[in-house]
């Protein structure tokens, strides 16, 4: 009953560096993607996969990549960190099906500040 | 360019009465529209959804309609209840594109 599991939950970086935001399902949906959420900004969408192997870029993909080696898991990794990168990101899942709302499961979010 | 619009950020509605949130949209290859609810620190979780062939779906005090023809959705929620204080997310599928197309969000507050 996991769901969708993003860690770390709050992280504060310096100019520069470089992290992994790691995000798991346990759902085997073939869907997953990562919004960044802002104030009056709504959800961005940053980076999706539909299937392992298998990535492409959503609305603001600059200074973040992404890769898909297993259904199960989708990092989202910042190669050198900005005070603009400085958000909340949910991790969210979903099926993939031709029918059907094809529900996003989200995860609890992870807090970035970049100083 | 925003296809997926919620133009009033806030909303108050007093306990016990209906809470109504609106949403517009522009493209008109959208085929499901979803409503998101999200409390602070907390992930969205989903509410209820209206496929675009639809014009209402109801699910307890919860219904959402959709005018095709205006390209407009609207959330009801009867009657509030103080928990149902939240910023409610409207968001859309298809058109073109995987996954979904959020709205800015509409924070809505209960007042007793």
């Known amino acids: 009953n996991a769901g969708v599991t993003q860690t770390p939950k709050f992280q504060v970086l310096k100019t520069g560096q470089s992290m992994t935001l790691q995000c798991a399902q346990d759902m085997n949906h073939e869907y997953m993607s990562w919004y960044r959420q802002d104030p009056g900004m709504g959800l961005r969408l940053i980076h999706y996969?539909?299937?392992?192997?298998?990535?492409d870029q959503g609305e603001v993909p600059n200074g973040y990549n992404v890769s898909r080696s297993t259904t199960e898991d989708f990092p989202l990794r910042l190669l050198s960190a900005a005070p603009s990168q400085t958000s909340v990101y949910f991790c969210?899942?979903?099926?993939?099906?031709?029918?059907?709302?094809?529900?996003?499961?989200f995860g609890a979010g992870s807090r970035l500040t970049v100083l | 360019d925003q296809q997926v619009k919620q133009n009033s950020p806030s909303l108050s509605v007093q306990e016990g009465r209906i809470s109504i949130l609106n949403c517009d949209y522009t493209?008109?290859?959208?085929?499901?529209f979803l409503w998101y609810k999200k409390y602070p620190a907390e992930g969205p979780t989903f509410l209820i959804s209206?496929?675009?062939?639809?014009d209402k779906n109801e699910d307890g005090r919860f219904t959402v309609f959709l005018n095709k023809s205006a390209k407009h959705l609207s959330l009801h929620i009867v009657p509030s209840q103080p928990g149902d204080s939240a910023v409610y997310f409207c968001a859309a599928r298809g058109g073109g594109a995987d996954g979904l197309t959020f709205g800015k969000g509409t924070h809505l507050i209960i007042q007793p």
């Open positions: 209206i496929s675009s062939i639809k």
């Open positions: 969210a899942s979903s099926y993939r099906r031709s029918s059907g709302a094809n529900v996003l499961t």
């Open positions: 493209n008109s290859m959208f085929d499901y």
């Open positions: 996969s539909v299937g392992a192997g298998i990535t």
